[in-house]
């Protein structure tokens, strides 16, 4: 028998039997803390955990270890900031207890009629789990006694405390005169969360385990600098350049949840506000929606977005960065669940800069600045990920056999090149139209895309030209080996080179103009992994420069003539299938061709 598993407890054989049925294989480190102590001597303690450790189970395997089914009356109260959390321990704490026949576990919240919850209370619940307002309700109306609970849980108990709920839980606490075992379970410890321990526990343990997210180095942290009032449209070109999103949205208020997420459903996204000013039925149906993947995001308050508890999130979004760094762990630690990888975006104002250099040192990793891409990026990005999709499509196996010879007729005298462009055309035409004078978004360089001559002037008259280079983070690439590679094959100094974005198959930089047509001369020549390097001027000025370079697409593909090796990757099906049309698609004209 292994000391780590679960079967190494001695607990209720209907415990044993759950967690099996469950899968549970091994104890997460704080279970592995906390329940052999509590199993065994069931004393005061403290727990610091986030949500995503399994505190739940380390508390709840403990108490119902302990319950006594016999009893007709609340033994056990779990104290939790929000509906969605007291429904989602409640759904936890069932599937543990689902052997242990004759135990009844109620949960009570705000948002709902209350009548319905005292029948359940009236029904003597051995555990119940509460939000404290509500409880205070119960309590008021003399609907629920307290007087023989013998466990208490206050769980996330800062987040109670930051909600407010400080004279609640107060008030809770010394309604329970035979309380004997309080456990309070915390994602940090502040003054606050110590002082309920001080005036409600004795003689506390305290365990601790790292935050599983802090320091999850399968977070890619992101952040795109906009000035304030670009802040949607940079959120709306963040979605445009993640075609496959499944993602939250986070912002401060209530009402920028609900107005955001408006603005972006009327432009035909699939989104949903989720916020405390919604009833419990709306935001149910919203987060069924949400789990069946029939949103890509949700548009979500911090608060709001606790009970979230979905595993393959790819992206969380910080429409503003939140006051305190430690609410930013919890929102990127919606991603990355699991063992997978996601990304967190972030979008912050010239002046918030400062905020992300004290994110980074709480989460112990290097964020990246990212250039809020361009027009061209946006097309190109959704053209490539619609040929993966075509390309790894299974239609059902008699799927239109009834028009299959109607269709063939249809196109009989159409060659398949054409086929291609008008259906790539009509996939991509909104997006194609919507991003035709796109505006650079990125702070400091605002300018109408007609325009773009100026944002081209500027950065000559300032001498930085930004260089394109194929080679991305499917080379092995991140911005320190890009710049390694740059200096060792150049006579560039590293302080030259700035801005670098790493993307998945290139990368862009900016270098003193005076060093650039050296710079791609001496690269131009080499070779990575064996791979001919090819650099291009990412931004040329485009003023004056009629038809050719001005349209999105255009300058994508052409800035892309070497698209063909963005397929590196990607499965064979589309890269021998499509990358020829790619090029064709991506156009003649554009700007390199006026460089040389
Ligand atoms: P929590 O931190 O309590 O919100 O738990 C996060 C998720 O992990 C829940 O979906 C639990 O069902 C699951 N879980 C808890 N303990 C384990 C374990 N030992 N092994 C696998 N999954 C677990």
Redesign the pocket.
Known sequence: MLMNSFSSFSMREELTRAISD?G?????PI?LKVIPQLLSEPIDIIGL?????????AYGIPLLHHADLTAKHVQCLVLSPTRELCM?IQE?LS?YGTHMRGLRITAVYGGVPITGQIREIRANPQVVVATPGRLIDLLERKAINLDKVEYVILDEADEMLNMGFREDIDLILKNTPAREHTWLFSATMSNEVRGIAKRFMKDWKEYSVSAPNTTNENIDHQYFVANHHNRFETLRRLLDFAPGIYGIIFTRTKSDAQEVSEKLMKMGYHVSPLHGDMDQKMRTKVMDRFKAKQLQAIVATDVAARGI?VNDITHVINYELPDDPEVYTHRSGRTARAGKSGICMSIVSPKQISNIRQIERLVKQKFHKSDIPDGAEVVRKKLFFYLEQIATAEPQADFAKLYWDVMHEQFADMDKDELIRKLIWLQLRETIDAYQDAEDLNAGFESKGRDRGERGERSFNNKSVRLFINLGEKDGINTGKLIQFITDSSDIEPGLIDRVTVRDMSSFFNVPGDAAEGLMEMLGSKKFKGRKVRLDVADQPMGGSGGGGGRPWERGGDRGSDRGGDFRGKPKAASSRYSGDVKAYGGGGGYKGKRK
Do not use: M
């Open positions: 469950l549970f294989e091994t104890p997460t279970q955990a986030q949500t995503g450790t399994g505190k739940t189970a989602q936890e599937k508890d």
